[in-house]
T-cell receptor, first 116, second 113 residues
């Protein structure tokens, strides 16, 4: 399985600012994903980061709020724009390894964001 | 719309007990089901993956079963240890998704020494 790292591991930000989270995988992967975990809740998929094209966003998430880059097969960034306290969450990136129903998703350690 | 439910939401047991965590899903059209462990403030660790054609998977003291027709999976932990204390999440990959996982809300497990 690929090893996934994220930066920063945590941050405290002011309302109205933006934060870019980086995700690095130690091998080339086709699929990368960004999830959000709000306090006390489970994970919700924000978007699929596609290499060489725009990200595919889930219902309720938009590019203006969560712009995503995927410049190559090992790296992606998620920006949380114009932050409000409601954006306080853990943000996790993940990738998929395997084929044919055996795909296992592996997750990075997460970025804990607190917006004041 | 696929929904995943985990019961109980929290569980506290003495060390050494065998325990079962439950996961149910509303739509049986899935590619696979995955169990994860999440330690406080940390990311997710994949424990077991069961393909839709499989009935169970085992790894050490963990055994996960899948009954796709009834929309249920269980995670059995044998001889629990304090180090097993964590939140356990199950997630399904629907057949109509592009690798998207639908997560349950998790079971918070505390194993008391």
């Amino acid at each position: 399985s690929a090893v996934i790292s994220q930066k920063p591991s945590r941050d405290i930000c002011q309302r109205g600012t933006s934060l870019t989270i980086q995700c690095q995988v130690d091998s080339q992967v086709t699929m990368m994903f960004w999830y959000r975990q709000q306090p006390g809740q489970s994970l919700t998929l924000i978007a699929t980061a596609n290499q060489g094209s725009e990200a595919t966003y889930e219902s309720g998430f938009v590019i203006d709020k969560f712009p995503i880059s995927r410049p190559n097969l090992t790296f992606s960034t998620l920006t949380v724009s114009n932050m409000s306290p409601e954006d306080s969450s853990i943000y996790l990136c993940s990738d998929t390894s395997g084929l044919g129903g055996r795909e296992t998703q592996y997750f990075g350690p997460g970025t804990r964001l607190l917006v004041l | 719309k696929q929904e995943v439910t985990q019961i109980p939401a929290a569980l506290s047991v003495p060390e050494g007990e065998n325990l079962v965590l439950n996961c149910s899903f509303t739509d049986s059209a899935i590619y696979n089901l995955q169990w994860f462990r999440q330690d406080p403030g940390k990311g997710l660790t994949s424990l077991l993956l069961i393909q839709s054609s499989q009935r169970e998977q085992t790894s050490g003291r963990l055994n996960a079963s899948l009954d796709k027709s009834s929309g249920r999976s269980t995670l059995y932990i044998a001889a629990s240890q304090p180090g097993d204390s964590a939140t356990y999440l199950c997630a399904v990959r629907p057949v109509d998704s592009s690798y998207k996982l639908i997560f349950g809300s998790g079971t918070r497990l505390l194993v008391r020494p």
